[in-house]
């Protein structure tokens, strides 16, 4: 039996999925990142590890389906952004995977400022985002200005998706739809935006060169087994961003007109054929030539907050025997509110009106409320003409009636919830499907 391999290269996890020709998920190999960390500031993953990680979910993932690694015939991803590695000449790692939530950098290198408030920036890139101390410019930067030494031995920056093709494929070649983030992509062009290399201080040489998502890069390579388990060459075919292929997964597009995560991040997900850049939202290409997805995002997704109130005031509960008890309080939490992330303040200093009369189930439905504020601005920001009735939930939050009854009645729009709850891999498989030829395209697999 022949399987496609939909790999999610996600923050806390890699999931590895097996699908089948009906794009039934057989096997899923869901293993924990075992991330490198000091204090709040870096967040590092040692090659090494990223790749025994993979391979040991591509081993659950076939024993699960009854399947063997020589059954698959083609594979793609779904990536991070702002994740990357540096390397030398020879393409040897200089650095460990440097992942995004990686808070190194104290504050905003001024030359990143300097590129974010050009008057091109948005036209030329498309990216409506806030200026953030974690995003890949800024640690490059700091690599410059505070390791000189390896810095000066440094001839690629691959992105964590970049460094998975080059070395299952041997080609350096990356998709688009994840650099569009990275704020040096000419996405009105489709090329690096010479400029912006320049002031950062990056020769375009140093970077792999930008696909159409979707698009076919060819057969994997022997090193496939060495480092994955392959065992013998299967299509390989750029993804995109975590987002955008989960939204793919989801049937944007088809059965809905957005998606939205909730979950650690926050995150909502349209398509369009226009490229009209926005203030608040970041666009990139879709898998068609001429078309875009655009993406809002809130670092707050409601899940940390929820996680922080249970280690802190409620160990002896599960998340879900907590939201269980929310389940019983009325809309307005008996006065009690909050008006931001609960876990930045001293204590529970970040709520208001409250009192002793105040359950752990009033403040765990006061924190969603605010998370479905925060969503309702998101969509806002997405739907400036008002046509999107449809929302397909996804993430951790898609698993809560209560969160979903909330979102309807502040959106007054429709929600539905999708059958899969591995969005990122099932989009990825799909890629990975139109690649092995069983769809002609991926509207076709999207219909399937």
């Known amino acids: 039996m022949e399987y496609v391999l939909g790999i999610d290269l996600g923050t806390s996890y890699f999931k590895v999925g097996l699908f089948d020709k009906d794009m039934n998920m057989r096997g899923l190999g869901r293993v924990a990142l075992e991330k490198d960390t000091q204090g709040n500031s870096e967040c590092e993953l040692p090659i090494e590890r990223f790749w025994e990680t993979l391979k040991k979910g591509l081993s659950i993932a076939c024993e699960q389906a009854g399947a063997d690694q020589s ?27 440097v992942l995004w939530p990686d808070n190194r950098c104290k504050g905003i290198h001024p030359k990143l400022k300097e590129l974010f408030d050009h008057k091109d920036f948005l036209q030329k890139t498309g990216y409506g985002r806030g200026c953030y101390n974690t995003l890949t410019i800024n640690k490059l930067l700091w690599f410059q200005d505070n390791r000189p030494e390896i810095w000066k031995k440094t001839k690629h920056i691959m992105i964590i998706s970049d460094y998975l093709t080059y070395s299952l494929t041997g080609k350096c070649l990356g998709d688009a ?37 979707t698009s076919v890069v060819g057969k994997t390579n022997t090193n496939a087994n060495k480092l994955l388990g392959l065992t013998k060459p299967v299509e390989f075919a750029v993804g995109s961003l ?20 909730t979950g650690t991040v926050l ?6 054929d226009e490229y009209k850049p ?80 105040h359950s752990h189930g009033h403040y765990i439905r006061a924190m969603m409320n605010y998370t479905a504020k925060s969503l309702a601005q998101l969509v806002t920001f997405l739907d400036t003409d008002n046509t999107i009735n449809t929302i397909v939930a996804t993430g951790g939050g898609a698993k809560s009636d209560l969160w979903l009854e909330i979102k309807t009645k502040l959106l007054n729009r429709k929600f539905i919830t999708a059958e899969s709850s591995e969005l990122a891999c099932k989009g990825a498989a799909m890629v990975a499907a139109v690649a092995a030829g069983w769809f002609d395209s991926l509207e076709s697999a999207g219909k399937a």
């Open 242 to 261: 975590d987002h955008h292929i989960a939204a793919i997964g989801a049937g944007v597009g088809s059965i809905a007109d957005m998606s939205e995560s």
């Open 177 to 213: 739809g994840t650099v569009a983030l990275l704020g040096l992509f000419d996405l009105e062009n489709f090329k690096w935006w010479n400029q912006a290399l320049e002031l950062i201080g990056i020769e375009e040489s140093m970077l792999s060169r930008p696909l159409q998502p």
């Open 71 to 97: 059954d698959i015939v083609a594979m793609s991803y779904s990536s991070q952004a702002d994740s990357f590695v540096l390397l030398d000449e020879n393409y040897t790692p200089l650095t460990p995977l």
């Open 278 to 357: 926005t203030k608040n939202i970041s666009m990139g290409p879709a898998a068609k030539e001429n078309s875009f997805y655009k993406i809002a995002c809130d670092f707050d997704g409601g899940a940390t907050a929820i996680e922080w109130y249970k280690n802190n005031y409620a160990k002896d509960l599960s998340i879900d025997e907590l939201v269980k008890l929310a389940e019983d309080v009325a809309p307005d939490c008996a006065g009690l509110s909050v008006d931001g992330l609960a876990s930045d303040y001293e204590g529970l200093s970040g709520f208001r009106g409250a009192t002793e009369k």
């Open 267 to 272: 995150a909502c997900v349209s398509f369009c």
